[in-house]
Each structure stands twice: as structure tokens, then as C-alpha cells.
């Protein structure tokens, strides 16, 4: 029998995670979580939301495992931490189509989406997002909350820290070391080191603001 979780967001990005889910075939979805009073008790891509952080509460029956489907890094990192303190365990979801290879650690509550590659000796921590078509090369190093958006690449022993956002299309050359809580913007080839708290765009990619 498969066990049953629950996911906490409902939007395009909670989509692509059920689907995920779904295709795993290891898992089945209890209910969905969401704040936005709005949506309690509509149904959502076939799966009933129960309302926010209260209703879970109060819910006796409730999955004791679950994932965070929520985009923003910020957002995911509270409502997660949130889900540890009430004892609910993050599975991880790994879509059937992406490419893993050998020594690829994978933290908890980390999504990785279809015709992703992860690359020998990589680690990825928890509740990271590995987006569409993202490509990770060997030895890189994953802090936790990032999220690589869809096409992003990193080549080989890059480092990114933890809350960094990759955008869609950026490349990353090898052996560079990416901040925390950096933006990297679309389509941007980053050829140097980016510290801290920056936003980076432009080939080659340069400080836009911090």
C-alpha cells in the first residue's frame, strides 16, 4: 500500500510536484495545505485543499509525511521549518524522467522535475528545487532552499548557497562559488564568484544590485 502525504501550497508549482508524485508511484496524496483562505475546501488538480495551518492542526487523521510545493525560497524555508516542528517528516520527489548518477546525495524535501541531470558526487540539499531541463555537473555542492530554474547549468564543483535563486537559462562556468541568497538572473553566464545578497545579470553575468 502506498503511504499517503500531504502537500502544503496549491499553485502552478504544487502542479508539477503532484504530477511528480503521481508518477512515482510510491506515495498518494492525502490533501493539500494552503493559507490563502480562499481556497479551503475547493479541489485542486483532483486533490481537495483542507484549508491553512490551522486546519491542519485540528486534522486527526493527517499524513504524517509530506512535501512543500511552494516556489518561493523564502516562503518554502518557513513552511517547512513549520512542518518540522509538527513532526511531519519531507519525503522527496524525483520525477522518473531525470537522470541521477552515482554518489548523488539528495536532501529532504527537495523536488527534482522532469529531464533533469544530476552529475557524479553531487550533493543537494533539503528543500531545494531542481527545476525543468536543469542540468547539475560532478561534484557540485547544493545548499538548502535553492531553487535552478528550468534550463539552468551548472557546470562541475560549483557551489551554491543556501536561499540562491538560479533563473531560467543561467549557466554557471566550473569551479565558482555562488552565495547565499543570490539572484541569478535569466539567462546570465556567470564566470566569477558572486558573494552574498546580490542580484547578478548579463553575459558575462555582473552586480545589477544588492
Known amino acids: 500500500m502506498k503511504e499517503k502525504i500531504l502537500i502544503y501550497g ?17 506515495f ?20 481537495r485543499i483542507i484549508g491553512g495551518k490551522a486546519d491542519l492542526l485540528a486534522t486527526t487523521d493527517a499524513p504524517g509525511k509530506g512535501i512543500v510545493a ?15 516542528e509538527q ?3 519531507r519525503i522527496t520527489a524525483v520525477h522518473p524522467s531525470a537522470q541521477i548518477s552515482r554518489g548523488v546525495k539528495i536532501g529532504n524535501g527537495t523536488v527534482i522535475m522532469a529531464g533533469v541531470s544530476i552529475n557524479a558526487d553531487t550533493v543537494i540539499g533539503d528543500d531545494v528545487i531542481v527545476n525543468t ?8 555542492c547544493i545548499a538548502d532552499y535553492v531553487h535552478l530554474a528550468p534550463g539552468s547549468t551548472l557546470c ?21 562559488t555562488i552565495g547565499e541568497n543570490v539572484i541569478v538572473g535569466a539567462g546570465a553566464v ?6 552574498d545578497s546580490v542580484v547578478v545579470v548579463g553575459n558575462p553575468a555582473k552586480v545589477n544590485r544588492r
Open 10 to 26: 496549491a499553485s502552478g508549482h504544487a502542479k508539477v510536484v503532484i504530477d511528480i508524485i503521481e508518477k512515482q508511484g510510491i
Open 133 to 140: 531541463r536543469a542540468s547539475v555537473d560532478h561534484d557540485c
Open 70 to 84: 511552494i516556489g518561493s525560497n523564502v516562503a518554502r524555508r518557513k513552511v517547512s521549518a513549520w512542518l518540522v
Open 28 to 47: 498518494t496524496v492525502e490533501f493539500l495545505v494552503d493559507d490563502d483562505p480562499v481556497l479551503k475546501g475547493k479541489n485542486f488538480f483532483g486533490y
Open 87 to 89: 513532526g511531519i517528516e
Open 156 to 176: 562541475g564543483a560549483v557551489s551554491v548557497g543556501t536561499g540562491t535563486l538560479v533563473a531560467a537559462g543561467a549557466t554557471v562556468i566550473p569551479n565558482l
Open 190 to 195: 556567470v564566470i566569477r564568484d558572486v558573494p
